[in-house]
Nanobody, 121 residues
Framework: QVQLVESGGGLVQAGGSLRLSCTASGSIFSINGMAWFRQAPGKQRELVAGISSGGSTNYADSVKGRFTISRDNAKNTGYLQMNSLKPEDTAVYYC???????????????WGQGTQVTVSS
């Protein structure tokens, strides 16, 4: 059974930095894309950043130039470096992975449990 475990959230002052990690474990044949989403209270979950198996990245306009997504394929781990944090970045951040558990399987989507990021003004 595949699990995604996130870490690195917390409380930080505006202008500060945090680094989120997401490690996939269990039966994994290959990981295609990895992404970070976030959901603030009363708002819909939104895509923050994504990275393909080849390393291509995309970002929400609101985080471009401040956040950097990366991955370590050998460790089945993805990262989100968040710099110049703003109060509006406050949300629960979720990791998502598109992966195959076995060769020949269809690609399935898995989610982490979420980690809280709070940015104080």
């Amino acid at each position: 059974q595949v699990q995604l475990v996130e870490s690195g959230g917390g409380l930080v002052q505006a202008g500060g930095s945090l680094r989120l990690s997401c490690t996939a474990s269990g039966s994994i044949f290959s990981i295609n894309g990895m992404a970070w989403f976030r959901q603030a209270p009363g708002k819909q979950r939104e895509l923050v950043a994504g990275i393909s198996s080849g390393g291509s990245t995309n970002y929400a306009d609101s985080v471009k130039g401040r956040f950097t997504i990366s991955r370590d394929n050998a460790k089945n781990t993805g990262y989100l470096q968040m710099n110049s944090l703003k109060p509006e970045d406050t949300a629960v951040y979720y990791c998502n992975a598109l992966l195959r558990e076995r060769a020949g399987d269809v690609v399935s989507s898995y989610w982490g449990q979420g980690t809280q990021v709070t940015v104080s003004s």
